[in-house]
């Protein structure tokens, strides 16, 4: 049983890396630190307490155990070890987040061999290109001849010297293949290209070309300063005007936001974001001095974006193009935002404006008041609903408001639907029961819209709610805070637990003995959190900070419950054979079955016995 319970627990996504090479990683790094990065921490015990980064914390529930090296969030139910912590709030996945940590303790992990095909191969060979790529655009805009028309064009937008450098941009010549002689000479192969969306496959076949052909170019990074992929603004009147990479295994359009990396010090810190759609937008106030500001990559605004947003901020501020905002772009920001927990603004510009020819010609302050008087995306989206309403006529005015309505109802929260609801009925001079008859769903409880499809909603259960025996849960918990003396963990049986993150919790720790008997707990902690069964309960066990009179009676009247139901348990499904066997006439098996309930009754001596016969008329 121990080999195939160690066997089982090893996790799905650790890629090429040793264990024992994570562990030396793990072993170096305090989580402490590690978090307190990204979370502004206080001591509390033996434990750091914050506000949980992974969802809308008014009281800090989220706890880090330096002794233990875990972290655990009492609201949300997120937990694990310092890697879970970095993949959850980075965005990166595991052999890239134990890669990264592993340079700066300096544990240098060895490339995988590509020929592997593994995604991580695949992922860092793009990430190669891309970066080569970078360094190369940059130079054809230093070049004299090369980057000429690239400079002029910025210079006329206003970008100066010190942003290029900055963000990085650079240029692609007008020729149909500088780019693939160029990175073909430095040693990438066609496949590595094509991979990094960086060349095309003619049509005819054979051969290819570049991709981004006669354009100013910006670098996407990621949070780790990666370059991930590439946007591209043509400098002659060709299509398409915006250029992107394609997706590739570093880079999804509808996950990225440009900026972002540069952003995040600001965002965190005035814990406000600004969403703008275009590449000059976002850099045009960077260049300004407001740098909490990000640019989806000219799409519009993904449940995937709202969810990276959640991670840092808790105000956005949206801004609305005033030609084709209105109505529609309202309820798609209302129905984007209604659950994330996110406060939200919008600011239009005059018409004829963008953010960089308003901060150009106003300057940042004249921004900054916008944003101060900008109303709420559900007051935007009441104002422009109701324009469209009769004058004069109540019937019209509530009618403009279905749609604002629908999404409301979608609210999970119900302090802030009531707050919503108020809202709206006051702009309509209505009284709120009056939309309540309309809306019931705005009063009672609503159907569990899930925030966006995605972890939240399995994490939110994982947690806090827990299933099975109390006992179990105390025991479970006790065996984490290493209270189980010997005699006791000769005393656990896991097929005694009812719940199956139990269960394969004490599985784990019956392979991790010491000679006398105990349980290591330490070692049984850091395999158990990385296990997709048990993990979590192993966080939130581990931090609780429960207290009993007189623990060995508790850990001996634990035990003694989980034998007797168990028993109990036994007792009942041969029973229920005993009944089948008995109208089926099968005599030898009733026989049988017989003694069996007679031995577990006798091994149950001691405690009170199951009538069998009461126990067969039921
Ligand atoms: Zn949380």
């Not at 005033?322 to 309202?330: M, N």
């Not at 109701?386 to 004058?391: F, N, P, R, V």
């Not at 296990?531 to 429960?546: F, H, I, N, Y």
Request: charged content about 25%; glycine content about 8%; some cysteine.
């Amino acid at each position: 049983m121990q080999d195939g319970a160690v066997g089982a627990t090893t996790p799905v996504s650790r890629g090429l890396i040793s264990d024992d090479i994570i562990n030396q990683i793990r072993d170096r790094v305090d989580i402490a630190d590690i978090v307190g990065q990204h979370v502004s921490m206080t001591k509390a015990g033996q434990n750091l307490k914050g506000c949980c980064p992974f969802h809308q914390d008014k009281t800090p529930s989220f706890t880090v155990s330096p002794s233990k090296q875990i972290f655990h969030c009492f609201g949300c139910g997120a937990g694990g070890n310092v890697f879970t912590f970095l993949i959850r709030i980075t965005g990166a996945n595991f052999p890239e987040v134990v890669r990264d940590l592993g340079r700066k303790v300096g544990i240098e992990i060895e490339e995988a061999a590509p020929h592997v095909g593994s995604q991580v191969a695949q992922a860092r060979r793009v990430e190669q290109v891309n970066q080569a790529a970078a360094v190369w655009f940059k130079q054809n805009l230093l070049d004299e001849r090369v980057g000429a028309s690239g400079r002029l064009y910025l210079g006329r937008r206003g970008i100066q010297q010190l942003t290029i450098d900055q963000f990085g941009i650079g240029a692609a010549p007008a020729e149909w293949d500088s780019l693939l002689k160029a990175l073909t000479k430095q040693g990438f192969s066609h496949s590595d290209l094509m991979a990094a969306g960086l060349v095309v496959a003619r049509d005819s076949g054979s051969g290819f070309y570049d991709r981004f052909r006669g354009r100013v170019m910006f670098t996407i990074n990621d949070l780790h300063k990666r370059v991930v992929g590439f946007g591209g603004r043509v400098l002659d009147n060709g299509t398409p005007k915006y250029l992107n990479s394609p997706d590739t295994p570093l880079f999804r359009k509808g996950h990225t936001l440009f900026a972002l990396d540069k952003a995040c010090e600001a965002i965190v810190r005035t814990k406000t974001v600004i969403v703008v759609e275009g590449y000059f937008d976002a850099i045009a106030l960077h260049q300004a001095g407001i740098s909490y500001v990000v640019a989806t990559l000219g799409t519009a605004l993904t449940p995937q974006h709202v969810q990276v947003l959640r991670r840092f901020a808790g105000n956005v501020v949206l801004l609305f193009d005033p030609d084709a905002a209105g109505v529609r772009a309202a309820l798609r920001g209302l129905d984007l935002f209604v659950n994330s927990g996110l406060g939200v603004k919008v600011i239009t510009l005059p018409t004829g404006d963008d953010p960089d020819t308003f901060v150009r010609k106003e300057g940042p302050d004249a921004f900054a008041r916008l944003e101060a008087a900008a109303p709420s995306l559900l007051d935007y989206a009441l104002d422009h609903s109701m324009k469209l309403a009769e004058a004069g006529s109540l019937e019209s005015r509530v009618r403009s408001v279905d749609n604002v309505l629908r999404i409301l109802q979608k609210s999970e929260h119900p302090i802030e639907r009531e707050e919503r609801m108020k809202i709206v009925a006051e702009r309509l001079g209505i009284n709120q029961s009056r939309l309540i008859e309309r809306y019931p769903g705005l009063q009672s409880q609503p159907k569990k819209v899930p925030v966006s499809p995605g972890v939240q909603t399995s994490e939110r259960t994982a947690s806090t709610v827990f299933k099975g025996l109390p006992e179990e849960r105390d025991l479970v918990l006790l065996l984490l805070h290493g209270r189980l003396a010997p005699a006791d963990v000769r005393r656990l049986r896991p097929e005694a637990f009812t719940v199956a993150a139990c269960r394969k919790l004490v599985e784990l720790a019956l392979t991790h003995l010491d000679r006398d008997g105990r349980i290591e707990v330490r070692p049984l902690l850091d395999e158990a959190v990385d296990d997709a069964v048990c993990g979590l309960l192993a966080t939130e066990l581990s931090l609780r900070e429960d207290h009993f009179d007189d623990t060995c009676a508790h850990i001996k009247a634990c035990l003694e419950c989980l034998d007797r139901k168990r028993s109990e348990q036994v007792l009942r499904d041969l029973i229920g054979r005993l009944k089948t066997a008995e109208q089926e006439g099968r005599v030898d098996e009733v026989h049988l079955l017989n003694v069996q309930i007679n031995e577990v009754r006798r091994r149950k001596a001691g405690t009170p016995t199951v009538d069998v016969g009461s126990m067969l008329k039921e």
